[in-house]
């Protein structure tokens, strides 16, 4: 072994212990009365699709009830334990970490097969677990937006398993299904899905009953999942597409001091989507770094952190090797998905938000794009992928420990 991959690898563990240990403080400093799935949970052990109360800002008021408006699968992975342990479960970040130690098994398994060589595999997982917003939002499952992600980010990860490693288009179907009722958006994998599954001498294009027989089985527990949540909207709002979206942030509730006042602001004047928000989620997207604001006389006291995040692509440049690769099929497929997903997020009247690290909403599309980061990447790559790992990393956890620090 040599002195470089010595140094690497001791840089490298050092960081993985850090995050880990950061991870098990936050679980042991979890409060009760901060995850609206455990309100949600228990609406539903007794009858009920509206609260009494609501944990965060983003619950809607419709009729004179709360709902608490997020898809329902993760309040389905909280049910078991709100039924025994009441809305006051304390544990959701237990949850998240077990998502994040499935999430990595998953990938594992994928790079293992996607990459040349082992040491790729486990730098390529690392990157997957400790250099995405996917750290943050484990470390934050306390809260329902993270739990909701870090599930979500599991379950189309399962089901990129599924097709390409598995090769089963039912139990593809079935986690992007399960993907779906947590992040919506994630139910545009499907085409990529289908294609993944093709044999490389299959036309995507082409119509016969095994392509029909292929379609129905992967679609199968999609279509029932999107019936699911028709029938669930229309339960709570009479009508299968109202979300509840539409009556968030309620005049009613402006006495209730919140963070990020601006949000409400702009779902009320221009709305959920808009072209306005455009510019500012590009810019975060894109070309905003971590901010920190610095006052005092000197100038040299730590006042506040930017909660809009920093770009992901500036805190791991690492991902545009995705690019590099083979441009197939599957490839197009892929980047037309993930421009699809991201399209919609920069048109969105919120860019994540209470994130200090790179924009979390990337989780929707980003397990496509590490696929094809590991299909690019070539052993002789290795030595500078681990080198701007190990920056991306550093970033990442001082981002979430200066955050921490500034917030607490």
């Known amino acids: 072994m040599t002195a470089k991959r010595i140094v690497l690898s001791t840089v490298l563990g050092g960081l993985v212990l850090a995050f880990l240990a950061v991870l098990a403080l936050a679980i042991l400093r979890e409060a009760p009365g901060t995850n609206s799935y455990a309100l949600l949970a228990e609406g539903w052990l007794n009858g009920r699709f509206d609260t009494d109360s609501c944990f965060d800002g983003d619950c809607a008021l419709y009729k004179g009830q709360t709902y608490i408006i997020f898809p329902p699968m993760p309040g389905l992975i909280a049910l078991p334990f709100v039924a025994i342990f009441g809305s006051d479960f304390r544990f959701f970040m237990v949850l998240s970490t077990l998502a994040f130690a499935g999430t990595g098994w998953l990938w594992w398994q994928i790079f293992r097969r996607e990459t040349a060589t082992r040491d790729q595999a486990i730098l390529l997982v690392l990157l997957a677990l400790f250099a995405t917003p996917l750290a943050f939002v484990v470390l934050r499952g306390d809260a329902v937006w993270f739990f909701a992600q870090s599930w979500g980010f599991l379950f189309s990860t399962a089901a990129l398993y599924c097709a390409l490693i598995r090769r089963n288009a039912l139990l593809a179907g079935l ?49 029932l999942a999107i019936l699911i949540y028709f029938a669930y909207n229309y339960a709570r709002f009479g009508s299968p597409l109202e979300t509840g979206y539409s009556y968030i942030f309620p005049i009613e509730w402006d006495t ?72 197939d099929r599957a490839f197009w497929f892929g980047v037309i998905t993930c421009g699809v997903v991201m399209g919609l997020t920069l048109l969105y009247h919120s860019n994540g938000f209470s994130q200090y690290s790179a924009q979390r909403y990337a989780l929707d599309w980003l397990p496509i ?33 200066i955050g921490g620090i500034l917030a607490g």
């Open 175 to 223: 986690f992007i299904g399960m993907a779906f009722l947590s992040r919506q958006m994630t139910i545009l994998y499907l085409p990529l899905l289908y294609v993944l599954l093709l044999d490389a001498n299959t036309a995507w294009y082409r119509i016969d009953m095994a392509a029909v027989r292929r379609a129905l089985t992967l679609a199968a527990f999609p279509v």
């Open 256 to 327: 209730v001091e919140s963070g990020g006042f601006f949000l409400r602001l702009r779902v009320r004047e221009l709305g959920i989507f808009s072209t306005d928000y455009f510019l500012f989620n590009a810019i975060y997207m894109f070309i905003a770094g971590p901010h920190v604001d610095f006052a005092g006389r000197y100038l040299t006291e730590m006042a506040g952190f930017d909660i809009n995040g920093a770009s992901l692509f500036l805190v791991t440049p690492l991902l545009l090797l995705a690019f590099l690769g083979k441009w």
């Open 369 to 401: 794009l590490l696929i094809f980061l590991g299909r690019a990447l070539k052993p002789e790559w290795t030595s500078p992928f681990a080198v701007l790992l190990t920056y991306s990393m550093g970033v990442t956890l001082s981002m979430i420990a």
